[in-house]
């Protein structure tokens, strides 16, 4: 496994997830020319999780895609930006190497999955649609950090209720704009209430990841209707949502709904995956990024559940807060439990 992007915020978490991985390993740190001969240890900043000794020694490389196929590399994550990734992780794919990218470049691109693997795993088969597909190489990209916790929590209601709209209004942490992200004098003791392209990203990709399989995607009637700011927080996305409902129900008939909730991740036991994908809280007070940014079971899938509270229901509407890891379950950590999923299902034979 190779790393693409390895000394940014999300190659960082990349890393930190892969380097006593129990099916990846990693061979191989590729980062932008400036950073090519340092060694990754110079320049992590992940204070919440130790970095192998060997894995710190570990030079950092070009991005060069005929060098890694030389090199045998099978599989890359890719922490690209994306106008690095648009070309060169279509180049890696071409060569034969199986891309789980986190780059927005491909994620609307008809012939690539856009996964969640508890909402819609099996829109993983598109990759046999891909050119690059029959050389053994293919790309699989993880969505938006802002709608991976919303659709967790959508996917187990949309299956049992009408739902034609969400209303959802979220509250960004700092790392979602990755390293070094805001100006301090923008973000202190304030809210910055525009994301560009963030409201846009949530309607489209949301309509992709829930819609069904059937010979290929049919896009989601559900439209996502959100408005984005950002906040003085390191990790977490909190999210307020509102659903109209045909339908009565209540509070805690969701609850129950939410807390059942399990894909194929949890049934094939993957490595990363947490044992409850959505973690419901009874407090009034959560979730909170202080207190449920690292929810998920086990250790490994620390941050990779979603947490729902404040559930209540009236008149029809049902509104919660839901809180995610953008930079574990919407970030890296997606990628990995997507690539672990494709191995399980044979796409790595």
Not at 308 to 313: A, F, H, K, L, W
């Amino acid at each position: 496994m190779v790393v693409l992007g390895a000394t940014g915020t999300i190659g960082q978490r990349f890393v930190s997830l892969l380097q006593d991985h129990p099916i990846f390993e990693i061979v191989a740190l590729c980062s932008s020319e400036r950073k090519v001969g340092g060694h990754l240890g110079e320049f992590w900043r992940l204070e919440d999780v130790p970095l192998d000794p060997d894995v710190a020694g570990m030079e950092i490389e070009s991005l060069d895609v005929k060098r890694l196929v030389r090199a045998g590399i099978v599989a890359a994550f890719s922490a690209l930006p994306s106008d690095v990734a648009v070309e060169l992780e279509v180049d890696a794919a071409r060569a034969g190497i199986k891309v789980f990218s986190n780059a927005s470049a491909h994620r609307m691109e008809a012939d690539v999955p856009l996964l969640v693997p508890e909402v819609n795993p099996d829109h993983v088969a598109l990759v046999e649609r891909q050119r690059s597909f029959a050389g053994g190489g293919f790309l699989v990209a993880n969505p938006n950090c802002s709608i991976t916790g919303l659709v967790l929590a959508l996917r187990p209601l949309a299956d049992i209720f009408e739902i034609g709209s969400v209303h959802v209004a979220t509250y960004q942490a700092l790392s979602g704009a990755g390293y070094p992200g805001v100006s301090s004098l923008d973000i202190t003791a304030n809210v910055m209430p525009f994301i560009e392209g963030e409201e846009e990203k949530m309607r489209r990709e949301a309509k992709k990841i829930l819609g069904a399989w059937s010979d290929g995607i049919v896009p989601s009637a559900i439209d996502v209707w959100a408005n984005c700011a950002r906040v003085p927080v390191r990790d977490g996305h909190l999210e307020a949502v509102s659903i109209p409902l045909a339908q009565d129900v209540s509070s805690q008939d969701v609850a129950r709904i939410l807390s059942s909730f399990r894909g194929e991740p949890q049934r094939r036991k993957l490595p990363t995956a947490p044992e409850w994908p959505v973690i419901v809280r009874t407090e009034e007070d959560r979730p909170q990024p202080l207190r449920d940014l690292r929810a998920g079971e086990p250790a490994r899938a620390r941050g990779m559940a979603a947490t729902v509270g404040r559930i209540r229901v009236a008149d029809r509407v049902l509104r919660f807060f839901v809180l995610s890891h953008n930079t574990l379950r919407g970030g890296a950590g997606g990628s990995v439990l997507n690539a672990e999923m494709a191995h399980r299902r044979g796409y790595f034979d």
